[in-house]
């Protein structure tokens, strides 16, 4: 059984860079799949931000492709997010997800960790 676990902090300041680590249990980073972020602001619906795929390169949402970056830490069977220059609309819901190596539909998917973008 495959779990991922979302870490980092939870308050973000306005311009600073919001930094989040998906650890993965029960499975291989190294694998056929894709790994991704998906966002939930308040009273809005999910929105992907992007993927790594098994060869280690990362497609991103076009509408944050300039701020966002998505890597991988095979040693640590972990991967992680980094999202520049944020603002409030950054307030969100943070989800990381298995997703098929084709579809990129998620499957397995984080219990979520809340972020903050706040002075």
């Known amino acids: 059984q495959v779990r991922l676990e979302e870490s980092g902090p939870g308050l973000v300041k306005p311009s600073q860079t919001l930094s989040l680590t998906c650890t993965i249990c029960?499975?291989?980073?190294?694998?056929?799949?894709?790994w991704s972020w998906i966002r939930q602001p308040p009273g809005k619906g999910l929105e992907w931000m992007g993927v790594?795929?098994?060869?280690?390169?990362?497609y991103y949402s076009p509408s944050i492709k300039s701020r966002i970056s998505i890597s991988r830490d095979t040693s640590k069977n972990q991967f992680s997010l980094q999202l520049s220059s944020v603002t409030p609309e950054d307030t969100a819901v943070y989800y990381c997800?298995?997703?098929?190596?084709?579809?990129?539909?998620?499957?397995?998917w984080g219990q979520g960790t809340q972020v903050t973008v706040s002075s």
């Open positions: 997800a298995r997703v098929d190596g084709t579809s990129w539909n998620p499957d397995y």
């Open positions: 029960g499975g291989q980073i190294i694998s056929s799949y894709g």
């Open positions: 790594i795929d098994y060869a280690g390169t990362s």
